[in-house]
């Protein structure tokens, strides 16, 4: 927000059907149930990897891809799926759609997510060449 884009917050909470078939350790070693959703699990939606889809996860893969590209090309994520109000995000409401199965024949957006955490963040003064010089810094 402070750099002058134009934001938009999800908060994905699926785990993968995949990973379900892990529950009793499986190749990974661990049960679905402690893995939940993580960072990147978002990806096999969002590139329609339809190996990695199961039930209604192939509609969530069209409606994350539509919502990326249109962000990408337009500047606005939206979708022909469903119909989706999701406005720009703004620190002082924290607004943002969650995205999860089953899609719901209307994605409406939320707000104060994990408001507490987010504030704290908002209140940091970390310089941008911390956050992106990678290990340089150190």
């Known amino acids: 927000e402070k750099?002058?884009?134009n934001p938009f917050l999800?908060?994905?909470n699926h785990t993968l059907e995949v990973l379900k078939f892990t529950r009793d350790g499986g190749l990974l070693g661990l049960g679905y149930d402690e893995m939940g959703s993580f960072h990147g699990s978002e990806l096999p939606l969002v590139f329609d990897f339809a190996p990695a889809l199961i039930n209604d996860e192939p509609q969530l893969a069209t409606v994350m891809g539509?919502?990326?590209t249109s962000f990408a090309g337009e500047g606005q994520p939206s979708t022909t799926q469903v119909p989706v109000t999701w406005n720009q995000y703004?620190?002082?409401v924290d607004n943002n759609i969650n995205l999860d199965?089953?899609?719901e024949s209307e994605v409406h957006e939320t707000q104060a997510l994990k408001v507490d955490n987010c504030d704290w963040w908002d209140q940091q003064d970390i310089p941008a060449t911390v956050v992106f010089a990678g290990p340089s810094y150190l």
């Open 90 to 92: 703004t620190a002082a």
């Open 101 to 103: 199965t089953p899609v």
């Open 10 to 12: 999800y908060f994905f």
């Open 3 to 5: 750099a002058g884009g």
């Open 66 to 68: 539509e919502l990326w």
